[in-house]
């Protein structure tokens, strides 16, 4: 896994701790991961392709229009990957309310 490579902003909908969720996730999950609490989003623009893989929770994923397709929600789950071309922007946030586990890899 390599560091996060891209421009990133989070911002949450929600003030509320909720305690103990963060100890429900293994930490075999968690390793080389990040988080996004219930309530919370994210935005990322990929600055070369890479890959998003849910690694526990769902993840609710708006793509960017581009010239030749229009903007696209994706429900992604505990597994599925999402290929994110160079230049690409999403914006991600837990399709539920117990948050979501995802990592960031360069597309190989």
Same mark, same amino acid.
């Given at each position: 896994?390599? *560091?996060?490579?891209?421009?990133?902003?989070? &911002?949450?909908?929600?003030?509320?701790? =909720? @305690?103990?969720?963060?100890?429900?996730?293994?930490?075999? &999950?968690?390793? !080389?991961?990040?988080? $996004?609490?219930? !309530?919370?989003?994210?935005?990322?623009? +990929?600055?070369?392709?890479?890959? $998003?893989? %849910?690694?526990?929770?769902? =993840?609710? &994923?708006?793509?960017?229009?581009?010239?030749?397709?229009?903007?696209?929600? /994706? %429900?992604?789950? @505990? !597994?599925?990957? /999402?290929?994110?071309? *160079?230049?690409?922007? $999403? &914006?991600?946030?837990?399709?539920?309310?117990? !948050? +979501?586990?995802?990592?960031?890899?360069?597309?190989?």
């Amino acid at each position: 896994m390599t *560091a996060l490579d891209a421009t990133c902003s989070t &911002v949450s909908a929600s003030s509320l701790a =909720l @305690p103990g969720r963060a100890g429900t996730v293994p930490p075999a &999950v968690r390793r !080389g991961a990040w988080q $996004l609490a219930p !309530g919370q989003a994210t935005t990322l623009r +990929a600055r070369e392709a890479h890959v $998003l893989s %849910v690694r526990q929770g769902r =993840l609710w &994923v708006t793509l960017d229009a581009t010239a030749t397709w229009g903007s696209e929600d /994706l %429900v992604l789950g @505990p !597994g599925e990957r /999402l290929q994110v071309p *160079a230049g690409q922007r $999403l &914006v991600m946030e837990p399709w539920d309310g117990y !948050g +979501a586990t995802w990592s960031w890899d360069r597309a190989a």
